[in-house]
Nanobody, 116 residues
Framework: QVQLVESGGGLVQAGGSLRLSCAAS????????MGWYRQAPGKQREYVAM???????DSNDSVKGRFTISRDNAKNTVYLQMNSLKPEDTAVYYC??????????WGQGTQVTVSS
């Protein structure tokens, strides 16, 4: 079992930046992919970005060029650097981890609000 704790959310003006962190604990040796999803009010949860254990990254087209995902395997932490934020980026951001056995764990979510 992997436990996840997110931090770094908050209120920012359009054009600003935030950095989200997600620290994993528990069965960390089994962690494979780490990623971020978000859910805006009244909308379904959507994929934002992911990074493999070896550092291969992928992201949703809507955040390409603005958001950067990274991870520190020594700290069992994944980060999401968000630049040039837009009001439509407002959502609860969730960290997701997938183990080598295919199990997934989710964090509790952190609120990001971008004002216009």
């Amino acid at each position: 079992q992997v436990q996840l704790v997110e931090s770094g959310g908050g209120l920012v003006q359009a054009g600003g930046s935030l950095r989200l962190s997600c620290a994993a604990s528990g069965s960390i040796f089994s962690i494979n992919d780490m990623g971020w999803y978000r859910q805006a009010p009244g909308k379904q949860r959507e994929y934002v970005a992911m990074i493999s254990r070896r550092g291969t990254t992928d992201s949703n087209d809507s955040v390409k060029g603005r958001f950067t995902i990274s991870r520190d395997n020594a700290k069992n932490t994944v980060y999401l650097q968000m630049n040039s934020l837009k009001p439509e980026d407002t959502a609860v951001y969730y960290c997701k981890v997938t183990t080598v056995g295919g199990r997934t764990s989710w964090g509790q979510g952190t609120q990001v609000t971008v004002s216009s």
